[in-house]
């Protein structure tokens, strides 16, 4: 259940992400604010995955990234390459401490923590379909508004979410 800390809505954690995941997607999150686009976590996909944080520009651009916590996180997890189907670029966010070099050179690469982020490559653009578009944006819509219903009404959103 959502509360209130000032005039600020908190949001409850879903328990899936460490701690070090958690600041690395605050700090992404924060990234994308600042240029203007807007952001969801955890959206599932057509494909049955989840992104970890998917951002809309207003151009209806789409970017997934797949935040790492550590390195044994990036070799168990294979799944990342099934996301550039879903989106115009594809970043990995990892801290500052992690080995770069192992990050494939055909994603984009932002370095996160807490309190911001900054892109250290850009991702290569591979524009989306149309029809791809249009769901992957219907997707985030419809998750963003359910969470946001949840929020203030948790009884009320039971169905749509």
Known sequence: MASRAGSV???PEDGRQSPVALAVQRGVRRLF????QVTVTELTLASGRRADVVALAPDGRITV??????????RTDGKWQDYRA???RLFFAVTDDFPQEVLPEATGL?????YGA???REAPLHPLPGARR????????RAAASRLHAAFDPEGARGII
């Open 9 to 11: 809505l908190v949001l």
């Open 33 to 36: 604010a600042g240029l203007g």
């Open 65 to 74: 990234v797949e935040v790492k916590s550590c390195l044994a996180d990036f």
């Open 86 to 88: 879903y989106c115009d």
């Open 110 to 114: 932002i370095v996160a923590d807490q």
């Open 118 to 120: 900054a892109v250290l």
């Open 134 to 141: 249009k769901e992957v944006t219907l997707r985030f819509a």
